[in-house]
């Protein structure tokens, strides 16, 4: 099951969370992350820090690498983008604005780290100065945006949509990243994995 699942992960997307300070919210995006094969998930601490509310992830923050970035006397936006940026990331924020570009017109052959803001502001302007071009979901009636959740679904639905057959070989995670994520997958779920560990490190000694 291990191997099937991460034969469909990938870091050819990721998402930011900035600030984000009602849990239960930030958790349901880290399940619905799990749920389209997205291994990372970033989060810009700056008033409100992050726990995970394990109701709502359904066990899927075991599976998806959670990445923080706070900074008290500097900027923890500049810190997560400079490490995106740094892993070849192009920077996409969402906001409900007509006037920025429809998700399904987004270029989907780069990589892509879509950043969604917190429940009443959304990104601030920090954010926005950053990004290299900014998103919106096209939307018919008078409700101005969709809950963060809702959007990130939306937002990762229309990334990944493509057929598996269709993708390139870049969008799947390589086999290094493989063996090392079963690794640390396995330790998360065998008990007492250190004295198994210690007996396997033992017998192949001798």
């Known amino acids: 099951m291990i191997q099937k699942v991460l034969a469909q992960r990938t870091r050819q997307f990721t998402v930011v969370l900035e600030d984000i300070y009602k849990p239960h919210n930030a ?6 992350c799990d749920c389209f094969g997205i291994q990372d998930v970033h989060v810009i601490e700056k008033t409100s820090q992050y726990k995970i509310n394990p109701y709502v992830t359904r066990g899927a923050a075991q599976w998806v690498d959670l990445h923080k970035y706070y900074s008290p006397n500097g900027s923890s936006v500049d810190l997560c983008f400079d490490q995106l940026k740094k892993e070849g990331y192009r920077i996409v ?32 302007k920090e954010v926005i100065s ?77």
């Not at 958790?27 to 619905?32: D, E, G, H, N, P």
């Not at 096209?138 to 949509?161: D, H, K, Q, W």
Request: glycine fraction near 4%.
């Open 27 to 32: 958790s349901a995006v880290i399940r619905t």
């Open 93 to 124: 924020g969402t906001r409900p604005d007509a006037t920025s570009k429809r998700i399904q017109d987004l270029d989907k052959s780069q990589k892509l780290a879509l950043v969604f803001g917190n429940e009443h502001e959304g990104i601030s």
């Open 130 to 206: 950053r990004c290299d071009e900014l998103i919106h979901i096209p939307m018919l009636g008078f409700t101005e945006s969709f809950n963060i959740s809702v959007s990130a679904a939306i937002c990762l639905y229309e990334l990944t949509r493509e057929s598996k057959e269709s993708r390139s070989e870049s969008y799947f995670l390589s086999p290094e990243e493989k063996e090392e994520i079963t690794y640390r997958w396995f330790r998360d779920i065998v008990k007492n994995v250190e004295a198994h560990e210690a007996k396997f490190l033992k017998d192949f000694a001798v």
